[in-house]
C-alpha cells in the first residue's frame, strides 16, 4: 500500500469516526423537539436520525475493514466492504421508513395533539443546519477519496436535511391553520421519500459490487496519462477498469516492438504504473506486454503512442 493511499484510508477513517459523534448530537436534538412537541413528522425526523447514527458506526467499521491491507485469503484487498455498508445503509433505511409509516398511520386514525410545537420547530432547525453542512462535507470528500461508504453516508445526511425542511414547512402550515391532521400525512410522505432514496442506495452499491467500472471522466484520466508516459511503446489497447471501494483496478495491454527487450518493456510498464498511480490515488495497475502484431486499430479504442 503506497503511503498516499495509507493517508487517505486515515482521512477517511477520522471523517468517519466524526460522523459518529455528528449523528448522536443530530438525533439527540431532534429527539428533544418531538418529545416537547408530541409532533408525529418530527418523529419521523427523529427516527430517521437513529438510523443515521447505525449507519456511520457501520460506515466506520466497514471503512476500517476495507483499510486492512491484503492477505492470504483476500489477495485483492477487502475494499468491498465499504459497498456491503452502503447497501446495509439502504436497508435501514427502509425499516425507518416502514416505522415511519406505521406511526403515521396511527397519528391519521387516532390524531394528534401538540405541545410546544414552537421549540420544537426551533430544535428541529437548528440540527438541520448541523446536518446540512456535514451532509455537504461528507459528499465533498466521500467523492474526492472515491469512498463509496462516505458519499452513501452524505447522500442519506442530505436527505435528512431535505426530509426536515419538508417537515419544519409542513408542520408550520398546520400550526398556522389549525389544521393538525397534516402532521402525520407529512411523516407519511417523508417515509416513501427515504423508502426511494434507501432503494437507490442499495441499487448503486449492488452494481459496484459487481465491479462496475469507473467514471468516463477517470477514464479519460488513465488514457491521457497513458498517452503521456508511454514513449517507447507502440500503443495500449484493452483498457478495462473496476471500482472496489477506494481502490480502482486498471488493466491493459501494452504493445511494444518485437524487438526490445524485456528489459526495456519493464522500464516502460514502471513509468507507466508510477504516472498512473500518482494521477489516482488508490489505483492498482496491471500491464500485459505484447509483440507489435497484436497491436488493434485505434477504432477499437486503442490508444497510439
Not at 456511520?56 to 483499510?67: E, K, M, N, P
Request: glycine content about 6%; aromatic content about 8%; some cysteine.
Amino acid at each position: 500500500m503506497s503511503t498516499a493511499t495509507a493517508k487517505m484510508n486515515d482521512r477517511v477513517a477520522r471523517i468517519a469516526a466524526i460522523n459518529i459523534a455528528v449523528a448522536l448530537t443530530v438525533v439527540t436534538l431532534k429527539y428533544i423537539a418531538y418529545a416537547v412537541s408530541g409532533s408525529v413528522a418530527l418523529f419521523s425526523d427523529a427516527l430517521e436520525s437513529i438510523v443515521n447514527v447505525m449507519t456511520a458506526v457501520a460506515a466506520y467499521s466497514a471503512i476500517r475493514l476495507s483499510a486492512k491491507p491484503a492477505d492470504a485469503d483476500h489477495p485483492f484487498g477487502h475494499y468491498k466492504a465499504e459497498f456491503l455498508a452502503a447497501m446495509f445503509e439502504g436497508a435501514m433505511i427502509a425499516v425507518a421508513a416502514l416505522l415511519i409509516l406505521i406511526k403515521a398511520y396511527s397519528g391519521i386514525v387516532n390524531g394528534v395533539e401538540f405541545e410546544h410545537p414552537g421549540l420544537g420547530l426551533a430544535i428541529n432547525v437548528l440540527s438541520t443546519v448541523i446536518n446540512a453542512a456535514w451532509a455537504w462535507s461528507m459528499i465533498r470528500r466521500g467523492t474526492e477519496w472515491r469512498s463509496p461508504a462516505l458519499v452513501a453516508d452524505g447522500q442519506h445526511l442530505f436527505t435528512d436535511v431535505i426530509t426536515s425542511v419538508g417537515v419544519v414547512v409542513g408542520l408550520t402550515v398546520a400550526i398556522l391553520t389549525g389544521w393538525y391532521f397534516l402532521d402525520p400525512l407529512i411523516a407519511a410522505v417523508v417515509a416513501l421519500h427515504i423508502l426511494f432514496v434507501g432503494y437507490r442506495i442499495a441499487t448503486e452499491s449492488m452494481s459496484r459490487l459487481m465491479d462496475q467500472a469507473a467514471s468516463p471522466e477517470i477514464e479519460g484520466r488513465i488514457r491521457g496519462v497513458i498517452e503521456a508516459n508511454g514513449h517507447g511503446a507502440l500503443e495500449a489497447h484493452d483498457i478495462r477498469t473496476r471500482q472496489a471501494g477506494r481502490a480502482l483496478f486498471i488493466e491493459f495491454h501494452l504493445v511494444v516492438p518485437g524487438s526490445m527487450s524485456v528489459d526495456d518493456a519493464h522500464v516502460i510498464c514502471d513509468r507507466l504504473e508510477d504516472a498512473i498511480e500518482r494521477s489516482i490515488i488508490g489505483s492498482e495497475v496491471v500491464i500485459h506486454v505484447e509483440p507489435e502484431y497484436k497491436a488493434k486499430p485505434e477504432e477499437s479504442g486503442a490508444v497510439p503512442l
